[in-house]
C-alpha cells in the first residue's frame, strides 16, 4: 500500500536541498517522505525506514559525494532496488566520479548542479515521477 509518492533518501549534509526538493514536489501534488521525523536511536528506527521505503511508489536518490559516501543512502537504494522500487537519481553536486554510488553508473540521472538549469531539471523530475506513478 503506497502511503507517499516518492522517498528521498539524501545525506544529511544536503537537508537544505532536499526541502527546497521536497516543497517543489509538495506543490506539484507529489508527497514526500524522508528519514527526519523518525527518531535515531530508538530500537525500532531502521524498522521505520524500512516501512516508509515499502510503502512508497518510488525512491529519488539526492547524489552528492556526501551522499555517496553514505552507508545509510547506499541502504536505502540497495533495498529499494532488491524490492522492485523505481529509483530516480537526482546529481546534486561533485562529479559523476565522486557522487554515482558504485552499481548505478549506468542508470540515467536528472543534473541539478547547473543553476541556469535547475527549473528545467526539476521539471523533469517531478514529470517522471508523475508518470512513472501515473498521477
Known sequence: RIEHHA???YSRNDSNSMHRIRQELAQNNVSACTDEKIRFGFRSWKRSI????????CIVCL???DANESEWVRAELEFAEMQG??????????????SIPFGYATFQWIDLRNP???EAGLQNLIETVKYQLKL
Open 7 to 9: 522517498f528521498l533518501s
Open 50 to 57: 524500512e516501512k516508509a521505503i515499502l510503502a512508497t511508489g
Open 63 to 65: 547524489l552528492s559525494p
Open 85 to 98: 522500487i523505481p529509483i530516480f537519481l537526482v546529481l546534486l553536486k561533485g562529479g559523476e566520479k565522486q
Open 116 to 118: 541556469s538549469n535547475y
